[in-house]
């Protein structure tokens, strides 16, 4: 532990966002992503498709997928393991990102539509509208989508935080607000008035920025591009908790009147990281959604925001890394029941929530943890019996 | 059955003066009855009734109408139903019911048992809709002439907006004679349509404020008529109208929103109970909701035929079968979570979707519908032009009697009074000798109880089925959040509130739309008064 | 007494490093002034028309049986809680009651809450980090790097509350009385022209009350202290003026000597009937 500290320490000297970059921790982890990305990459490139180790564009996009999930996970871990919000609404804001996104993507289909419509998408003919609504414009850009992708989250992010923390709204209240702010959301986006396609969301994606998106070389490429959004809000988050203000946060998370009575405005700094993660996520349902071709209300549902609870709590709260792997497993898990025994899923889901809390408060991350010091331990007891 | 107050009479003399007397009375009724239906006038009218041409028959129903004979009011209705039917011997038999293929008779004349005949020995008196409408008149100027003065007022009610030329002499001939003052002031009524149409400037005062489309219609055409006088009375009867609607439409909105407000009350209730007093955040609150419901459709399966009974027998049972699941829930995950109310979110809300999908594979994962019993089916109308639905006004009833009695424990029972000071101060309490994880036991048992009472309720209000505990979960934390954790007063103040700001929004905005405002109300009242509109107050709440 | 006065003389070397906002005037009076302060929680008065001066570097000692208002008076200096009626000043120029709890520690008001509260999560070293006088707003505190004077005043610190041993160690694994030390090493981090300290001594060792006593007292001149007690005898051996608290208004004010000869203090500690009580 005194190791880590030093560490910590030592990082102090330098800028703020490179800190991260002299921990042993992130450097292990970007190594291992960039080793996933890359093996993956080769399996599927370079080994015929009939080859058992062959990965499969299927396999690819299912774990662009994932990624993108264990980014969301990432951000929930960064206000729920370091400010001590736990939000039941993040899947609000992924899911306005992914809107975001697919408003371009939908745009971009273009005469492709059914209705052959150059301007309108092709519910909006469906549903007789003459013109496009205000808020659609800009989005045949591309640049201008990835910037409401992230923009719009963070500023609804700022916008109910700002209220939120400033009087003081915490623990549990919070979250049941915030899950309230999710289920309004869904209910708002259901109504076809919306503009947003209602029940049956944004869909028949053609092509992103000319690429394909059906073709596996365009998944490939929305794969390492996930792989990459990961690593880079894992720094980002990285370089935050390192920080003093990181470190107040975790302050905040424990003790909050004391952090005030020393003269820090807490409710500024839950405000602040609160919307870095919303933008986070943002980032995460934006490269979500071309990957699986659709979104809708559904992401907004309360269900998928406190299923990602889940992830981070199994996967350890408070590591990041603890928060990927949990994203990885549970929707691996998920894939692979859902196909296999559709009904046990829930049960199995159900389960996780009672064994995460009850079995395994420190998730997959601090089993790990145990073993490493339990080895360790052993290794300095044979060391002694050595000497 | 004791008729007289016989030791009354002081003499023998007079109290067998007295038996002679209700002999005598009794015999005249019974012979008067039977000498009537036997009477070959009778059979007559009865045959009339069967044969001819529609206008023959028209006839009949009139003369049927003014003859007097006690059968009358059966005759036409079963004409009316398409149940008078004329059997192969080609004597009239009334049938219970048109479906069927053999079918219990009787015989019209005497009301005499026929058994079961085939139906294709029966054939149908043919009637056209001007015939209904002449028998629906005729059955309601029949009862007109009833003893009971409440039945005469109910028909002479009935008699509004259907009184056509024909009819008007008939009712005047009656209002003559008519002697009671609600009866007369009926009658008055369904005569003003016709007199108004025929330019009677009077009638518009029996109108007032009447809810009948026939009504504003006729009005809106006197208003529209030369007559000056006319026009400006109906012009001001009108306006009465309206505002009488006004009011009406009002009353119905309150009405709904109260009814929605106690089902709110009645969801959160529970919730207030175990957030409040534990401070545990029951996130399968909603599925104890469910059980509650699923318990009050599995007694009526069990026991087909009676739903009523099952529904009264749901209310002990499916507070037993939640509360079972509570304490279930309590003893296995709650219990070790203590003072982290985040992971107790997480871990109950894993149990909600356990016992969803439990029910789910049980069960089905489609919804199922509880009968309503008829004493709890239909509505009951108020005041002219605002009805209520029975059920709604029995789920009110039993939230007001939930909310009553939890009350009474709190304030009156041992338990309650253990639970307010473990509200209050737990350690202090328990070094006073109160079994705090007692006390948290018995507390989630109630409040789970509480919740399988309000499934019990929502089953005869909507449909039952797995995840109809999601839907209410929200909308419960939000009562319960807004009315201030810990209050039982506060809770319906904010479900009540809630519901009736909902059902106020909703023609305004629609239904979606309106449950985010009020979603949205709460968060920015949240922020305001963070500890709701009854906050406990001082250091102890602080900390 | 010899660290404690090094780091009082290097107070004055890095007068850049005392808070930044506008100083507090003192020169007209006391550095703490409440006037008539009343607040009640559901009908039951906690603090009843006080009124409480605090000279500048005094070091004022309070004492009062439980529930006489003593933590309630703390919150309401703090900013915590907002009394119903009545005056806060802290020297003259600012009114309490204006400021929220990040202004009002800002401008110099350091507290020490009855539970000790630590920041478990972190290092010894990183509570006395946060807690150093510096910009705390948000941009400053995200960028902030610790340089070597900071780190010098933070290992006296260290040295100060006898926790250099431990400066790498998770708070939450000291000891109670040490966590009471470290969070009045965080209190003197904060430079403040005032310390309120609640309970300082609960959960020590004879030992440790001692030093504890030293310290207070070294801190008195430079800074005004007010120290909340129940232990008579810590009291006894710091104070030099006690304020006895007593159903939310002041019952005595004096030498520790004069105020434990008052018979009402005595009524009030030892007993008395009821009816003396309400009056």
């Known amino acids: 532990m005194s190791e880590d500290f030093a560490a910590k320490r030592a990082g102090m000297a330098h800028g703020w966002l490179v800190r991260p970059w002299h921990e042993r921790s992130t450097q292990v982890f970007l190594f291992s992503v960039c080793a996933a990305l890359a093996l993956v990459t080769m399996l599927h490139l370079a080994l015929p498709a009939g080859h058992p180790l062959h990965v499969s564009a299927y396999t690819v996009n299912l774990l662009g997928k994932y990624l993108c999930y264990a980014l969301l996970a990432v951000a929930l871990d960064l206000v729920w393991g370091y400010l001590g919000v736990l939000s039941l609404g993040h899947g609000a804001f992924f899911a306005l990102g992914g809107y975001a996104m697919g408003m371009y993507l939908m745009r971009g289909i273009g005469e492709r539509g059914v209705y052959g419509n150059p301007e309108l998408p092709d519910f909006m003919v469906f549903l007789n509208w003459d013109r496009l609504p205000w808020y659609w414009h800009g989005f045949d850009m591309f640049w201008f989508a990835l910037v409401m992708a992230l923009l719009v989250p963070g500023l609804l992010a700022f916008a109910f935080g700002y209220f939120a923390f400033r009087s003081r709204v915490s623990g549990v209240y919070l979250s049941i607000i915030t899950q309230a702010l999710t289920f309004a959301l869904m209910l708002a986006f259901l109504r076809n008035e919306m503009g947003f396609g209602g029940n049956n969301g944004l869909t028949d994606f053609r092509e992103l920025l000319g690429f394909d998106l059906r073709q596996g070389s365009t998944r490939l490429g929305l794969f390492i591009a996930s792989g990459v959004a990961l690593m880079f809000g894992y720094l980002v988050c990285r370089a935050l908790i390192c920080s003093r203000l990181g470190r107040v946060g975790v302050a905040v998370r424990d003790a909050s009147n004391r952090v005030r009575f020393l003269g820090y405005r807490v409710e500024r700094v839950q405000l602040y990281v609160f919307v870095v993660s919303a933008m986070l996520a943002g980032l995460a349902g934006a490269l979500y959604v071309p990957q699986v071709g659709i979104i809708n209300p559904n992401e907004f549902s309360p269900l998928f925001s406190i299923e990602l609870v889940v992830w981070v709590a199994l996967g350890g709260r408070a590591t990041l890394y603890g928060a990927v792997i949990g994203a990885l497993v549970v929707n691996y898990a998920k894939t692979w029941l859902t196909s296999a025994m559709p009904d046990a899923w829930l049960f199995v889901l159900g389960g996780l929530f009672v064994a995460a809390t009850l079995l395994l408060p420190q998730g997959i991350a601090g089993l790990l943890a145990q073993l490493r010091r339990r080895k360790s331990a052993k290794r300095d007891e044979d060391r002694e019996a050595l000497t | ?543 | 007494m010899k660290p404690l006065s090094s780091l009082i003389q290097r107070d004055r070397v890095f007068d850049f490093l005392k808070p930044r906002e506008s100083p507090v005037d003192v020169r007209h009076g006391p550095i703490l002034y409440l006037d008539e302060v009343s607040v009640s929680f559901d009908g039951f008065k906690a603090i009843d028309r006080l009124s409480l001066t605090i000279d500048d570097g005094e070091l004022r000692c309070i004492i009062g049986p439980n529930g006489a208002g003593k933590t309630t008076m703390m919150d309401i200096i703090t900013g915590k809680t907002r009394p119903d009626s009545g005056e806060v000043w802290f020297g003259t120029r600012h009114d309490l009651l204006r400021l929220d709890e990040p202004q009002i520690a800002t401008l110099g008001i350091g507290r020490k809450f009855q539970k000790p509260t630590v920041f478990e999560a972190l290092s010894v070293f990183e509570n006395l980090e946060l807690a150093g006088a510096g910009d705390k707003r948000l941009w400053p505190s995200l960028v902030a790097r610790l340089d070597a004077q900071a780190r010098e005043r933070i290992e006296e610190t260290l040295e100060l509350i006898q926790l250099t041993e431990q400066r790498d160690r998770a708070a939450g694994v000291l000891s109670h009385g040490q966590k009471q030390w470290l969070e009045i090493g965080m209190l003197l981090m904060q430079r403040p022209r005032l310390l309120l300290v609640d309970e300082p001594v609960a959960g020590m060792t004879e030992r440790e009350m001692a030093r504890t006593a030293e310290l207070l007292r070294g801190l008195a001149g430079r800074h005004s202290v007010v120290v909340v007690e129940h232990d008579m005898g810590f009291v006894r051996s710091i104070a030099n003026k006690v304020t006895v608290l007593h159903q939310g208004r002041v019952l005595a004010e004096g030498t520790m000597d004069q105020v434990s000869k008052d018979s009402r203090v005595a009524e009030v500690y030892l007993g008395a009937p009821e009816e003396e009580l309400v009056r």
């Open chain 2, 1 to 543: 059955m004791k008729l007289f107050p016989l030791p009354l009479f002081a003499s023998s003399g007079a109290r067998l003066f007295a038996l002679l007397g209700l002999c005598a009375c009794l015999m005249v009724v019974i012979l008067g009855q039977q000498a009537h239906a036997q009477s070959p006038d009778d059979a007559a009218l009865l045959e009339s009734l069967g044969t001819g041409s529609f206008n023959d028959k028209s006839e009949a129903i009139n003369s049927v109408a003014a003859s007097g004979t006690p059968r009358a009011g059966e005759w036409l209705e079963a004409m009316l139903d398409g149940r008078l039917q004329l059997a192969g011997d080609g004597t009239l038999v009334i049938v219970a019911s048109t479906s069927g293929r053999s079918l219990e008779a009787r015989a019209a004349l005497d009301g005499a048992p026929m058994g079961t005949i085939e139906r294709r020995e029966l054939k149908r008196i043919p009637i056209n809709n001007a015939l209904r409408v002449q028998l629906r008149g005729a059955i309601a100027t029949l009862d007109l002439s009833a003893e009971d003065p409440a039945v005469r007022r109910a028909a002479a009610a009935g008699l509004f907006g259907r009184v056509d030329d024909d009819l008007v002499s008939l009712i005047e001939a009656r209002l003559e004679g008519e002697e009671d003052e609600s009866v007369r002031a009926a009658l008055e009524r369904a005569l003003a349509l016709p007199r108004l149409e025929r330019g009677d400037v009077t009638a518009i005062e029996a109108l007032r404020g009447s809810q009948d489309n026939a009504v504003r219609l006729a009005l809106t055409r006197a208003a529209q008529s030369g007559d000056a006088q006319m026009a400006a009375a109906a012009q001001q009867a009108l306006g009465e109208i309206e505002r009488r609607a006004e009011i009406n439409r009002w009353l119905q909105q309150l009405f709904f929103g109260l009814s929605m407000g106690s089902v709110l009350v009645l969801a959160a209730i529970g919730l207030a109970i175990t957030f409040g007093v534990m401070g545990v955040i029951n996130m399968a609150h909603g599925e104890l909701i469910m059980l509650g419901a699923y318990t009050t459709w599995m007694l009526q399966q069990w026991l087909p035929g009676q739903p009523g009974l099952a529904v009264l027998l749901a209310i002990p049972a499916g507070f037993l079968v939640s509360a079972l699941v509570g304490i279930v829930l309590e003893r296995g995950v709650i219990r070790y979570l203590k003072g982290r109310p985040l992971e107790t979110l997480l871990a109950t809300f894993g149990v909600s979707l356990i016992l969803q999908q439990l029910v789910r594979t049980m069960i089905s994962p489609q919804n199922r519908s509880v009968v309503t019993p008829e004493w709890m089916s239909g509505s009951v109308m108020v005041i002219d032009g605002l009805s209520l639905t029975l059920n709604r006004l029995y789920v009110m009833l039993f939230a007001a009697l939930v909310f009553l009695a939890l009350l009474a424990v709190m304030r009156a029972t041992r338990l309650g009074l253990e639970v307010r000071a473990v509200t209050q101060n737990r350690a202090m309490a328990r070094a006073m000798g109160i079994r705090a994880s007692r006390v948290d036991l018995l507390t989630f048992a109630l409040g789970s109880g509480v919740a399988g009472l309000a499934g019990v309720a929502l089953s005869q209000l909507t449909n039952v089925g797995p995840s109809m505990g999601q839907n209410y979960i929200i909308d419960s934390f939000m009562v319960v959040v807004f009315g201030g954790v810990g209050n039982l007063w506060g809770t319906l103040v904010a479900g009540l509130s809630l519901g009736i700001v909902n059902q106020w929004l909703e023609p305004w905005v629609g239904a979606v739309l309106a449950k985010i405002a009020v979603l949205v109300f709460i968060i920015l009242f949240i922020q305001k008064r963070p500890r709701g509109l009854f906050p406990q107050k001082g250091r102890a709440a602080e900390g």
